[in-house]
């Protein structure tokens, strides 16, 4: 399996690129490691992320201060039950010749913020599934289609379910990744209360454009995958399906649905860009399992038998290992 130059070179720069964008992250966000690299993957490769994580945890200032870092129009949505969908995509108006002119809605930006996605109704959901599928809008029979590179960043509070309205598993399906964000350490709890009461002042430099963002996009497709990890990537999302002769007795006893075609897609190119921030040239085994939980995580549908008995979604995909 050989590389090319010219794509060696390319791999080199996305790497450096991102080093240097986390760089310009850490003067904002303490912390969160982990987190970082899984959001900018989505970002590099060019799919959506759901984030899941209680109040209070930077979750709207880590999209922030990435979109600002990477020099990207940034739109925050903010999720509530009386919110429609053309609050979200735009509509329609009589201009002052009474003509009809459309006014684009907040969907218009390359990294769009759904603030608690889950407070509002499914209708309004849905209003994202064509802008994060097509890249495009339809409003009156008329298709708008979006400036790229479009990221749909979504947020969810893990504890305060009363009014809240799940998520369609067609929609999750579309989310690259669901990252869970947890409690700082002692330490950088330490630094956030330092920094945050205290006149500090950061200022963030912009190291990367739209256009670097879709040249790394077409490199990632360009990197070589062995026959040997589509097979494993592909045999993983396999096993998560009760009714598939591959399935585990876990599988079958403990979840209702598995993953479908998208989850090896995006195990696949969740690998490729594991492998690049690793400063590695191709993916192996190793990458896919690293990217297994973020991408399985929201596409496995427990039973009634598994909450009764209080296994998890990550005690399930751990054990296909």
Avoid: C
Avoid at 196 to 221: G, Y
Avoid at 251 to 269: E, F, H, T, V
């Amino acid at each position: 399996m050989e590389i090319k130059k010219s794509e060696i070179e390319s791999i080199e720069k996305m790497f450096t690129s991102f080093k240097n964008v986390k760089k310009e992250v850490s003067k904002v966000i303490i912390g969160q490691d982990v987190i970082v690299n899984q959001l900018l993957m989505t970002i590099f490769s060019g799919g959506h992320s759901v984030l899941i994580g209680v109040p209070g945890l930077a979750k709207t200032l880590l999209v922030n201060t990435v979109a600002r870092t990477i020099g990207l129009k940034f739109n925050r949505i903010q999720f509530t039950p009386d919110l429609m969908p053309s609050d979200i995509i735009g509509s329609e108006i009589i201009d002052e010749n009474r003509n009809f002119k459309f006014v684009e809605g907040p969907i218009f930006g390359n990294i769009i913020l759904a603030d608690e996605i889950n407070r509002t109704p499914p209708k309004t959901q849905s209003a994202l599934l064509e802008a994060m599928q097509e890249h495009a809008v339809t409003v009156s029979g008329k298709t708008h289609n979006l400036d790229p590179p479009f990221f749909v960043l979504a947020t969810q509070n893990p504890i305060e379910q009363e009014g809240t309205y799940p998520l369609p598993e067609a929609q999750l399906d579309r989310f690259m990744f669901s990252i869970i964000v947890d409690y700082p350490n002692f330490n950088e709890e330490l630094d956030i209360v330092k920094r945050t009461t205290s006149m500090v002042n950061q200022e963030l430099n912009i190291v990367l454009t739209a256009e670097d963002i879709i040249s790394f996009q077409k490199t990632l497709l360009q990197i070589p995958v062995t026959d040997t990890v589509y097979e494993y990537a592909i045999n993983l999302v396999r096993k998560t399906r009760p009714n598939s002769e591959n399935s585990t007795e876990d599988i079958r006893k403990y979840l209702d649905w598995g993953a479908g075609p998208r989850a090896s897609q995006y195990l696949i190119i969740a690998a490729k860009i594991n492998a690049v921030f690793s400063g590695k040239y191709s993916p192996d085994i190793e990458d896919v399992r690293a990217v297994a939980f973020n991408v399985l995580r929201h596409r496995l549908v427990k039973n009634y038998k598994a909450e009764a008995e209080g296994v998890t979604i990550e005690q399930i995909i751990n054990n296909l290992f």
